[in-house]
């Protein structure tokens, strides 16, 4: 079990807290990774209580349980491994940008803490100080004072430098664990795994065999309530230099000298610094209008809830990216990623180029393709190859054929919600898969200038079911290359 210590959530009667921390800290309990002293503290504005709290979250794993979309499954909650964690539960109710929930938190916790902000955005840099200047980010000898930032890490290179320059005055970066939820995906770790555990992939993972690399990020979900956010975020800000940059760095990167949380974390920097600002004209963006999705008729983006009727937020990106270094010069990177796609599709596609010459020139082909390694990581974890073969007969001719692999066919699942990996590791001190902060300003730096570039009218629409606006189709034309279907 991790070490002994109390996790402190800012936001402890929110969402994030419902459906994502609490089945994962269950799980923990389950699998007897939690410490016999473990305690939770929740702190939230609203007027609560230890046993207040207690029934919250308590009915909130009971309806989350049940609910087929979540990502939290079980035909009945344990309730040894619920009772486990729902008795360590305590709650404060306070203020975040008040100084008095600071003191109070002093006389609550004392040892090893993890301080968990579960905040809108806006809060962060304030519940750091006031953590600060509280004293509760010292650390005595043999005990640990961590703090965990959700997304959003600031919304342009200037905003996210300036809360890591406000953070790190309170307290050392080796006690900041910035999460990226894609880092808590089994597939994402398992990317590094296919690439470093066997030798027959990386010889062959670089220029002179890489024609271009592929990344989707599909979604069939619209924007949902989350118009408020959405509006001034957009798909660029809100996907691509946290998440789509993970899987760009995992798949890019080159192999570091061991799987520790600095080796792993300079390697992806080193990657996220070598890719050069987007260039306005390798950039699509697109927002969904009205369509049909899953035989389902569905409204556009701009009559979403706490959408401006003229709103020209993108909801879809599609972008060209090139990566100066000595592997990958020269090699195309297209990403995508938009709400209201075809189907719900994250996965990394590495193309081939072709044998260096048509031995089978003039033999009937019926589509001599390029090899693809698909690396899939929703819906299901998995990965395949596409390869041209013979087709049996006594003519010579090729043919084209995928092979494939599914984690679930190979490994008993274990329930995992994503953030199980996430929290343990911040418990035990495993910063691996969290963002340092140069990771995260080396994001922000690539897509900088089309942030400020960006034409503020005249979006592109795409019909809400459909694989994105046209010009993201021309983008790859323009290299002679087209997107790998979505389904
Ligand atoms: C979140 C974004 O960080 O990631 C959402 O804010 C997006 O807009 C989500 O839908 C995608 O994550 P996943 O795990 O559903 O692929």
Request: net charge negative.
């Amino acid at each position: 079990p991790a070490p002994p210590c109390t996790l402190v959530i800012f936001g402890a009667g929110g969402d994030l807290t419902k459906r994502l921390l609490m089945p994962s800290l269950y799980n923990l309990a389950g699998a007897g990774l939690l410490p016999e002293g473990f305690r939770i503290l929740g702190i939230d504005h609203n007027d609560n209580s230890d046993d207040g709290l207690r029934r919250d979250l308590t009915a909130s794993m009971e309806s989350l349980s049940k609910d087929p979309g979540s990502e939290f499954h079980a035909d009945r909650i344990d309730p040894t491994s619920w009772g486990f964690v729902r008795d360590r539960i305590h709650f404060l109710k306070g203020d975040f940008e008040d100084a008095a929930t600071f003191s109070a938190i002093t006389q609550k916790v004392s040892g090893s803490a993890v301080f968990y902000l579960a905040v809108a955005a806006r809060f962060f840099g304030g519940i750091v100080e006031g953590l600060g200047r509280a004293g509760l980010l010292k650390q005595a000898e043999g005990e640990f004072r961590r703090v965990v930032i959700e997304k959003p890490f600031g919304n342009d290179l200037a905003s996210a430098e300036a809360l890591n320059a406000r953070i790190l005055e309170q307290a050392d970066e080796s006690q900041f664990y910035r999460i990226d939820h894609f880092l808590g995906k089994e597939t994402v770790q398992s990317i590094m795994a296919l690439r470093f555990a066997n030798g027959m992939l990386e010889p062959v993972w670089r220029r002179e065999y890489v024609d271009s690399v592929q990344i989707t990020a599909g979604e069939t979900v619209g924007v949902e309530e989350r118009g408020g956010f959405y509006e001034p975020t957009g798909a660029l800000r809100d996907m691509v230099p946290n998440h789509l940059f993970q899987l760009l760095c995992m798949v890019a990167m080159e192999p570091p000298n061991s799987f520790g949380a600095e080796a792993v974390r300079s390697e992806k920097a080193k990657l996220a610094q070598a890719v050069k600002p987007i260039r306005p004209d390798h950039a699509v963006r697109g927002q969904y209008a009205a369509g049909t999705l899953e035989g389902a008729a569905v409204p556009g983006y701009r009559d979403e809830p706490h959408v401006a009727g003229d709103s020209n937020t993108e909801t879809y990106v599609a972008l060209k990216l090139d990566i100066d270094n000595w592997r990958w010069a020269g090699v195309p990177f297209y990403l995508r990623t938009g709400k209201r796609m075809t189907s719900r599709r994250t996965e990394i596609a590495v193309l081939f180029k072709p044998p260096p010459f048509r031995l089978f020139e003039g033999t009937p082909v019926e589509s001599l393709a390029p090899n693809v390694m698909r690396i899939t990581i929703d819906p299901e974890h998995g990965a395949g190859t596409e390869l041209n073969v013979k087709v049996p007969g006594p003519q010579m001719r090729v043919g084209r054929v995928q092979t494939a692999f599914r984690y679930a066919d190979f490994f008993a699942n274990t329930p995992n919600v994503g953030y199980e990996t996430l929290l343990y590791d911040c418990m035990t001190g495993d910063a691996t898969l969290f963002q340092r902060a140069d990771n995260i300003e080396a994001g922000w730096a690539a897509v900088d200038p089309l942030l400020r570039g960006w034409p503020q009218a005249g979006i592109e629409t795409y019909p809400a079911g459909t694989p994105g606006p046209k010009a993201a189709d021309d983008l790859l034309a323009r290299d002679g290359r087209h997107w790998l279907g979505l389904d």
